[in-house]
């Protein structure tokens, strides 16, 4: 009964609070910030890695990347994406958290062809399966499973990393690097490799203003 009743008026506190909450990134954790502090946070980690844009540069986007979805059949329609502002997620998994606080920008505002350049890949994967050494896999679930195995007993190990800005790091030229060595195992056309890059041609929304990376459309959004 106590803990209900504490849970009750921990319930009150929220709804009577005028500060904002806010979901971690990679823990369950919830935090209340001002809308001032929250608006700062956000700000800040946007600035970092993009620079603002103007409306024309958002048409233009639009236009880009839905030339792709009008190859499969004339009768399909993609939609435009949506302008919806990213929320911010408070990276308290970080050692500095505390002293210096950083946020994740998740960006909702994705194109449809990433549905199409998702199957894509799968299938490239498929067909290298069979023909490649190493094991490309598709999920963590994959992986875990593999480390398991018997074959695997004592032989491999896992190698855990942090890498600062992972995400807005990886550039146009990455992909393209990694899809070259596939081709010698699996048929990638012109038109599949174009749906691939056209699928991280995307900007990002904040405070009802368009943003793109500062070095470039390209971008691998996180969320």
């Known amino acids: 009964m106590e803990f209900q009743q504490k849970l ?6 929220l709804k009577e609070s005028q500060k904002i909450i806010v979901s971690a990134d990679k823990t369950n954790n ?4 001002s809308k001032d502090e929250y608006k700062k946070i956000l700000a800040e980690n946007v600035t970092k890695t ?3 844009c103007d409306a024309n540069a958002v048409d233009s986007t639009n236009t880009t990347s839905a030339a792709p979805a009008s190859q499969p059949q004339p009768d399909d329609r ?4 949506t302008t919806d502002n990213c929320p911010a997620t408070p990276k308290d998994h970080k050692s500095d958290f505390k002293n210096a606080p950083k946020c994740r920008p998740i960006n909702p505002a994705k194109n449809q062809i990433g549905k199409i350049s998702k199957a894509t890949l799968e299938k490239v994967i498929g067909d290298m399966k069979p023909k490649s050494g190493p094991n490309p896999w598709k999920s963590t ?3 875990i499973e593999w480390f398991k195995t018997p074959s695997q007993e004592n032989k491999a190990k896992f190698i855990k990393s942090d890498i600062a800005e992972l995400h807005p790091s990886i550039t146009e030229s990455l992909p393209t690097r ?4 596939a081709k010698t195992h699996a048929e990638i056309s012109d038109e599949e ?10 900007l990002l929304f904040s405070e009802g ?3 793109e990376k500062k070095d470039g459309r390209f971008d691998v959004t996180m969320g």
């Open 8 to 13: 009750d008026k921990d319930l009150q506190k």
């Open 30 to 33: 919830l935090y209340l910030l």
């Open 50 to 52: 993009h620079k603002k």
């Open 78 to 81: 993609a939609e435009a994406p």
């Open 141 to 143: 679930k994959d992986a």
């Open 178 to 181: 990694a899809i070259n060595p």
């Open 193 to 202: 490799l174009k749906i691939i890059t056209h699928a991280k041609n995307s």
């Open 209 to 211: 203003s368009a943003w």
